[in-house]
């Protein structure tokens, strides 16, 4: 089982970009899909983006799409969130979190075992 870290959070103005990093420990992290989720507070925690294991298929919110993108370093056993044209209503939490050989399902937190401690993203407008 992977262990997982998140960085690269922080404050940044509306219209701006972050790329956040999530890396994980193991030697088996190219066996597992990875998903991007985020959490508001008083919101439940919401998918953002996921990368398969195999092929590295991307798959996004909506409303994300075109302006995130998610990709993925297995000599370096870490994922990524490029964020740009941030807007005030992308501040959360953001989580990493791992799936095992997970081919379906992407936004279910509930395919998910393994989950990062998370990484503050405001954005101010």
């Known amino acids: 089982q992977v262990e997982l870290v998140e960085s690269g959070g922080g404050l940044v103005q509306a219209g701006g970009s972050l790329r956040l990093s999530c890396a994980a420990s193991?030697?088996?992290?190219?066996?597992?899909?990875m998903g991007w989720f985020r959490q508001a507070p008083g919101k439940e925690r919401n998918f953002v983006a996921a990368?398969?294991?195999?092929?590295?298929?991307?798959y996004y919110a909506n409303s994300v799409k075109g302006r995130f993108a998610i990709s993925r370093d297995n000599a370096k056993n870490t994922v990524y969130l490029q964020m740009n044209s941030l807007k005030p209503e992308d501040t959360a939490v953001y989580y990493c979190?791992?799936?095992?050989?997970?081919?379906?399902?992407?936004?279910?937190?509930?395919?998910?075992?393994?989950w990062g401690q998370g990484t503050q993203v405001t954005v101010s407008s």
């Open positions: 193991g030697r088996t992290f190219s066996s597992y899909s």
């Open positions: 990368i398969t294991w195999s092929r590295s298929s991307t």
């Open positions: 979190a791992a799936a095992w050989r997970q081919m379906y399902s992407f936004g279910d937190p509930a395919n998910y075992n393994t």
